[in-house]
């Protein structure tokens, strides 16, 4: 017989939360992660169910050592895993009466979010050399709070890892989350890996279960921190998130060349630390057409204390590989640049306009990445000053053409295929054409001069690529 656990229970709010697959920061006394995945009939609802991600303390995170009664006992996490690189283990060396057992927190960050009338799986990997083992659940009462549910299955005594499964019986009404573990309530050692708990309630197609959340989204703040300050986030193709710091706007570790990025994994609830060559704050970033990162730009330097100097830009650009989780040097950009824009264009390859060079005054060039080359092609644009600029897509024409209020645009000659200089001044979308001699012309000079800045390029391109 197990006597429930009596944990007051203050300041709760009604919550069904899903946990998001995409996840983001949210800053509290520390940076905390959001994580998981929807709640979904196949979706494991267990926070840190490898137990990978240790607290303060040095026990998992979402975990809590729990039990009652007359005994001598110890816990602790043990390298003797499943999967992974952490178990936790229960050990008894004397035995009067009550037990012992390793339970999720019951909080709303940690404790698995469920349905009235569902039902769930429940499993676990094991090894113990005890017969007195059984899986045990407590629920959460929406009026009268935390309280013991039921033991749901004795375990046998075994010396290998062996996987325990259990369905509860449909969860009580008013209940809004369960938690649940493993005790052992007799002398021996009991140790435990891989918890799984998935809703078995069919709803007509594998659809979410987590009520208004399944189409408006929730957040949660899961009680373990970042390793990194996020200062950049893109979601890989993996499910993994990569979180960008470089320097994580910290001068102290800038000075120190202590550059971070960490890669976060929801399903597991753990994050990989990667090594990070550069300063990537405040860098630019897009996804490539295969799944790859290009990271271009960052911070050469922090603001002078005398005022001599602002932040200056870097000209480095790396490739950020999530097969590897590494990253890979590329050629570097014409300029310096500090949080410039960049946008992948309809052919894979990258332009990127803005942000401040490596002098701290606003840079003006534009620079393009050949997908095909895998570099930064050389500087040589057309005759163009931009001023504040603005791209948009061209969707006749197939690229990105740039706006500007007050646009300076000058000619640019070309050679054609014989070598001879001739004016380029075709424009492929009718939009964006100049007047013609005698002619009215467009009302919105913005979009002709767009129409001059996207030609031009064209024409660049053509002679430093051999088009036709």
Partial sequence: MKVPKTFPWTAWRQLRSVRAAVSALVIAAAVSFLGGASATAATNLVVNPGLETLGSNGFPTCWEQSGWGTNNFSFGVTN??????NAMKVSITSYTNGDRKAMMLENPQCAPPVTPTHQ????????SNSPNVSITAFRHDTTAGWQYWM???????????QQACVLTPQVPANTDQITWGVSIYGVGALITDDYSMTDNTSTGGGGCTAGAACTQGSWQVLPFPSPVRGIHAVLLYSGKVLLVAGSGNDPNAFAAGSFTSAVYDPAAGTFQVIPTP???????????????????GGNLAYPAANGSHGYEGLNTSYIFNPATNSYQKVNNLNDGHWYPSATELGNGDVISFGGLKADSSGSVTAEY??????QWLPLSPPDVELLGPVPRDDPV???TAVLHRQP??????????????????QHHHPDLRPAEQGQPGPV???AAAAGAVAEGAHAWRREHRHEP
């Fill in 120 to 127: 769930y799986n429940l499993c676990v990997w094991y090894m």
């Fill in 151 to 161: 033991d749901l299955k004795t375990l046998a005594v075994s010396g290998n890892y």
């Fill in 397 to 399: 024409a197939g690229r």
């Fill in 278 to 296: 550069n300063d990537f704050f405040c860098s630019g970033h897009v996804q490539l057409s295969d799944g790859r990162v290009l990271v271009l």
């Fill in 80 to 85: 003797q895993a499943h999967s992974g690189s």
């Fill in 408 to 425: 300076r645009v000058r000619q640019r000659t070309a050679r054609d295929r014989r070598g001879h200089l001739q004016l380029r001044h």
């Fill in 369 to 374: 990445f050949s997908n095909a080359q895998q």
């Fill in 444 to 446: 919105d000079e913005r």
